[in-house]
């Protein structure tokens, strides 16, 4: 059987350019995970599971709404918000599992793909630190489905950091998962770009061998990942970056967008 999920181990590297510059750069796995695999793979795998407890597993509450149900049934209510009908064709989910049962993921990512493979739109997921989640649902234009191609943008509307405030704008860039991951985060306010964040990654085989190699090679990845949150947010505090102050949340969780928008980079 061919699967259309897979494991990426790779890198993801931010750089704040203002009022002073800041850069990170750490190593990272990630799952792409077809939603309509994951019980396949829970059957198939040893190490990997779905909704219980192992080396790596996925559970459902940890997306969407939180409530745990099926995530397909809310993405698809996502599209059709945005005026996108998919056809049946592929959902797959970019995340980090959950390791030793411990998971945070600042930023998910489902690709919905059309039944003829093209790329319909792009969900992006993006929690806080903070217990708060905001999806923004993108479609991708008509030019670039086919490539598979990202060039998307949207106004911020989760307060992710007290460093940075909601004034601002993103842009999207990459390209659906392939042989390689690839993905940049442009952060934009009134001054132009503030924040790069890129996400890159290579393609291997969802397997025990592969999935026990890459959680020995990065061991506790997402502990790391949340310690290391704390650790370049005191680096900013003691670099006298202003904070700003938390708003209260979007009246909804869900961010809907019927046109793609123009890169304002023009990229």
Avoid at 14 to 19: D, G, I, M, S, T
Avoid at 127 to 147: L, M, N
Avoid at 254 to 261: D, F, H, L, N, S
């Amino acid at each position: 059987m061919t699967y259309g999920s897979a494991l990426y181990r790779g890198v993801v590297a931010h750089r704040r350019l203002r009022p002073r510059e800041h850069r990170l750069n750490y190593r990272v796995f990630w799952l792409l995970l077809d939603l309509a695999e994951i019980d396949a793979l829970d059957r198939r795998l040893r190490l990997f599971s779905r909704n219980r407890f192992n080396l790596l597993s996925f559970h459902d509450r940890d997306h969407g709404d939180g409530a745990g149900g099926p995530l397909r049934p809310q993405i698809e209510a996502y599209l059709g918000r945005a005026g996108i009908d998919i056809e049946g064709g592929p959902i797959r989910l970019l995340t980090m599992p959950r390791v030793l049962g411990y998971v945070f993921n600042p930023i998910s990512l489902y690709y919905c793909h059309g039944a003829d493979g093209r790329l319909a739109a792009v969900v992006y997921e993006v929690t806080s630190t903070f217990g708060v989640r905001h999806a923004y649902v993108i479609p991708v234009p008509a030019e670039d489905q086919a490539a598979g191609r990202i060039r998307q943008g949207a106004a911020k509307a989760l307060y992710v950091s007290p460093f940075m405030g909601m004034e601002m704008d993103y842009e999207f860039r990459g390209h659906a998962p392939d042989e390689r991951l690839n993905l940049t985060i442009d952060g934009l306010d009134v001054q132009g770009v503030l924040i790069t964040a890129a996400m890159s990654g290579e393609r291997r085989d969802l397997t025990d061998a592969n999935l026990l190699s890459a959680a020995a090679a990065m061991p506790l990845l997402t502990f790391k990942v949340m310690a290391a949150i704390h650790w370049e947010a005191l680096k900013l505090w003691l670099k006298r970056i202003p904070l700003t102050r938390q708003p209260p949340p979007a009246w909804d969780p869900v961010t809907i967008q019927r046109k793609a928008r123009e890169s304002r980079l023009g990229r």
